[in-house]
């Protein structure tokens, strides 16, 4: 099939500020994972995918079409923004419902899809509530609900893990293998390599606009395991849960930057996630949200970027 | 053994036409527009206009003098061009600024709609709502006092012609002026201020200009003045205007065409950036 994305010298600018800068990269069917630093041009990237912003340089093309281009190929994609971009005085459903009217479907067709939809990232239970009083990781489930709802063959997530709680990281993890298991493409950014390993062995690199590295990311993560991985938490219970985490072997580090607020820094990532919402649920302590602190991943890419220079 | 990528086997649902989308989108947003304090405006537009159209007709009516120009009585003042002005100002202004503000235009022109499809249907929605108390009570009026048997049926048809036909032009005015400016902002807050304060001080430094210097001319910038003015000839009131109402009416369906073009471009060249 024709490439999911291509970018050839894909380049833009924000007035002196280089978005992407000569961006080239192929991204093949399934799951792709865009993986950089905050500011490398991940979202950028995403932007001109959907048309709000425009190339100065270069050639960017989706599914085969210039990218930026309106028109019924559209449907075909569902996007995830990175921002929070809601209209607070609406429930859950009628947003998702609201966007459905626009992809085509007929009002009774979109207010189950988008019941459905809601339902599928666990939020039914608060579909009939304004969005204004949803929490940070319930606004990334709607955001998310409406990317899926038409049933789209790409999706274009930019960092739908961001502000997710632990129990709430997993489930959506286990949707995107599934969609990806349906057959969908997948091109999920973010700027922690650990989220995107369990989805994908497919990696396109990028920092300051330029894509450094495409391929199998194994390599990049031995470089990531010799260096602590640090992880900020808020919870109600932050010394609750230091007590309980301090007892891993491999968090070499627990420290309280703020009421609620909890640091904790481990040579495992990997099993730091992996294990972290068992200890939610079996402690009964409430972590509202989970944070990569990425100093790490800026330290490979700096070591790559100046390797390569 | 061979691997390949499991196929596709979505997006065979049926889905509306193009035009189904775009009503689609507008019926969000003629829902997203309905304040508490916009009903407020328009509730208060209709019980004004009605009550003044029904007394001056049975004033009129028990004198014997009832004509078109009788049913001139609520453009006599420029209390129900701003009252229009206010429901402008309040749904117009974050008609766009809005989604621009918080971004949701990415979601919208993410979709299968086209750059026109969106600000027609935004401007639409708008356009209903700005002709709910410009249009609506001039005519709702007419036919209460119709009913009452105050008007003749010749006035009444006439009068219903007048109302409809100042009130599009004020809607289409106020309408475009609105989208455009909502365009060139992510604050709803700013679009507003600029909407209101805008036409309030074309008008008055137009009257003042006007009254200091004797320059009639100065009066075109006034959109609320050219609005009264094609009012008067509307309603054949025989009015001595100080502009001309044919002038009053190209200048105002002049702005609204470069207003809605102004919309367009702006549009075209608009670009979400990030936090």
Redesign the interface.
């Known amino acids: 099939m024709t490439a999911v994305l291509e970018a050839v010298d894909a380049t833009k600018s924000?007035g002196e500020v280089l978005g992407l800068n000569g961006f080239t990269a192929t991204v093949g069917?399934?799951t792709t994972g865009l993986i950089g630093p905050n500011g490398a041009g991940k979202?950028?990237l995403f932007?001109l995918l959907?048309?709000?912003?425009?190339l100065d340089r270069g050639r960017l093309e989706l599914l085969g079409h210039p990218a930026g281009a309106?028109?019924?190929?559209?449907?075909?994609?569902g996007?995830c923004?990175?921002?929070?971009?809601?209209?607070?005085w609406m429930t859950g459903l009628e947003f998702v419902t609201?966007?459905l009217?626009?992809?085509?479907?007929?009002r009774a067709?979109?207010r189950g899809r988008a019941g459905a939809a809601i339902e599928t990232v666990g939020l039914a239970d608060a579909a009939h509530r304004r969005i204004r009083v949803y929490s940070r990781g319930m606004r990334q489930r709607v955001k998310l609900a409406?990317a899926i709802a038409h049933?789209?063959?790409l999706l274009l997530l930019d960092e739908p893990l961001n502000g997710v709680d632990p129990v709430g990281r997993a489930h959506l993890i286990d949707l995107f293998e599934r969609l990806?298991?349906?057959?969908?493409?997948l091109l999920v950014s973010s700027h922690v390599l650990y989220e995107v390993e369990r989805l994908t062995e497919s990696i396109v690199m990028i920092s300051n606009g330029r894509a450094l590295a495409q391929g199998d990311f194994h390599r990049i993560r031995d470089l990531l395991d010799a260096r602590p991985h640090t992880i900020d938490l808020a919870t109600p219970d932050p010394r609750g849960l230091a007590r309980v985490l301090s007892g891993w072997d491999h968090v070499v580090a627990v420290e309280f930057p703020a009421d609620g607020r909890l640091t904790v820094r481990s040579r495992a990532p990997e099993t730091f996630y992996r294990d972290l919402p068992g200890v939610v649920v079996a402690e009964g302590i409430r972590v509202t949200a989970m944070r990569s602190v990425d100093d790490n991943l800026d330290a490979v890419f700096r070591y790559l970027t100046e390797g390569r220079g | 053994m061979s691997i390949s990528?499991?196929?596709?086997?979505?997006?065979t649902?049926p889905?509306?036409?193009r035009s189904?989308?775009v009503l689609?989108?507008f019926?969000?947003e003629l829902r997203?527009r309905a304040g508490w304090g916009t009903w407020t405006v328009v509730g208060f537009s209709y019980a004004a206009v009605v009550i003044i159209v029904v007394l001056t007709a049975e004033f009129s009516s028990l004198l014997g003098t009832v004509s078109l120009s009788t049913l001139h009585a609520p453009y006599a003042s420029v209390i129900w061009p701003y009252l229009v002005l206010i429901v402008a100002t309040a749904v117009a202004s974050g008609a766009i600024a809005?989604d621009l503000g918080?971004?949701?235009?990415?979601?919208?022109?993410?979709?299968?709609?086209?750059?026109t499809d969106y600000l027609g249907a935004k401007t639409a929605a708008v356009a209903v709502w700005v002709a709910l108390p410009s249009i609506g009570p001039g005519v709702v009026g007419v036919v209460i006092a119709a009913g009452l048997g105050l008007l003749p049926a010749t006035v009444s048809l006439e009068g219903i012609g007048a109302f409809v036909a100042v009130g599009l032009l004020t809607t289409g005015f106020f309408t475009t002026l609105g989208i455009a400016l909502s365009t060139l902002t992510s604050r709803a807050l700013f679009a507003g201020v600029a909407l209101f304060g805008a036409t309030l001080s074309a008008h008055l430094a137009a009257l003042a200009v006007s009254g200091a210097t004797g320059a009639n001319g100065v009066l075109y910038l006034s959109p609320i003045t050219d609005l009264l003015t094609v009012a008067d000839a509307a309603f054949s009131t025989g009015a001595a205007d100080p502009i001309s109402a044919l002038g009053a009416l190209a200048v105002l369906l002049g702005a609204s065409v470069v207003l809605g073009v102004v919309a367009f471009l702006r549009l075209t060249r608009v670009?979400?950036?990030?936090?």
């Open positions: 924000y069917p399934g979202s950028t932007r959907v048309g709000q912003l425009h309106q028109g019924e190929f559209r449907r075909r994609v996007y923004p990175e921002h929070f971009a809601l209209y607070d609201g966007l009217r626009v992809d085509g479907f007929g067709e979109a409406q049933d789209p063959e990806a298991r349906d057959g969908r493409h | 990528a499991p196929r596709y086997a979505g997006g649902f889905r509306v036409g189904g989308r689609g989108l019926l969000h997203a809005d918080n971004r949701s235009i990415t979601l919208y022109l993410s979709r299968p709609i086209h750059l670009e979400v950036v990030g936090e």
